[in-house]
């Protein structure tokens, strides 16, 4: 069966400071996969989304960043945190285009102090 | 942009109660799904509705598309406890999931 999974679970990072935020997929290969933000009162919004190894597609232009160094690696990252950049990071996978069926990890809060 | 409306925004019952809530759109989606999340958890799928005016149940909670395929409804019957968390729905299109700010359910026993 596949799994995913995300560390750190919860982090507390001063602004300016840089991130490193990492999501693995287990039990399945090539997959579509996900960076998403969830924060109070906004609902959930997709920043980056990978095909494959070394592609990766920006929805919402900011200082974060996103690389896909592995088939089943999918890395979220900044130089400079900014206090906005507080929220839930989710990551998600799916099978291929072919579906519409996302499973979400457990996620990684973030606050930028 | 397509956008997702639910309501209400956040919703407390007792325990054995219904409930309805919504999920509305002026766009037009492929499907629609919906997902529960408890606090410090990722989205967990619970269904997806294909058909314009579909129904689904999935034990004590029932789905409806709308038949134009732009809004849904999630109708709990004897709310439980464990029923309690935040409710999404996401409308799939051609740039993928659009979603929802959800609902955030508290049953009270």
């Known amino acids: 069966s596949q799994t995913i999974h995300q560390w750190p679970a919860t982090l507390v990072q001063p602004v300016g400071s840089p991130l490193s935020l990492e999501c693995t997929v287990e039990g399945t290969s090539n997959p579509n996969l996900y960076w998403y933000r969830q924060a109070a009162g906004r609902g959930l919004q997709l920043l980056f989304y990978s095909v494959g190894i070394g592609q990766i597609s920006s929805e919402v232009p900011q200082n974060l960043s996103a690389s896909r160094p592995q088939d089943r690696q999918f890395i979220l990252s900044s130089k400079k945190l900014l206090l906005s950049d507080s929220g839930f990071y989710l990551c998600?996978?799916?099978?291929?285009?072919?579906?519409?069926?996302?499973?979400f990890g457990p996620g990684t809060r973030l606050t930028v102090l | 942009t397509q956008l997702l409306e639910q309501s209400p925004q956040f919703l407390s019952i007792q325990e054995g109660e219904n409930l309805t809530v919504y999920c509305n759109s002026s766009s037009v989606f492929s499907s629609l799904q919906w997902y529960r999340q408890e606090p410090g958890e990722g989205p967990v799928l619970l269904v997806t509705v294909v058909t314009g005016g579909e129904v689904k149940k999935l034990k004590r909670l029932t789905f409806q598309f709308g038949d134009a395929r732009k809004d849904s409804s999630l109708h709990i019957t004897a709310a439980q406890p464990g029923d309690t968390g935040l409710y999404l729905c996401a409308g799939v299109g051609a740039d993928g999931l659009t979603f929802g700010k959800g609902t955030h359910l508290i049953i009270q026993p």
């Open positions: 998600a996978w799916k099978l291929s285009d072919l579906t519409d069926t996302q499973y």
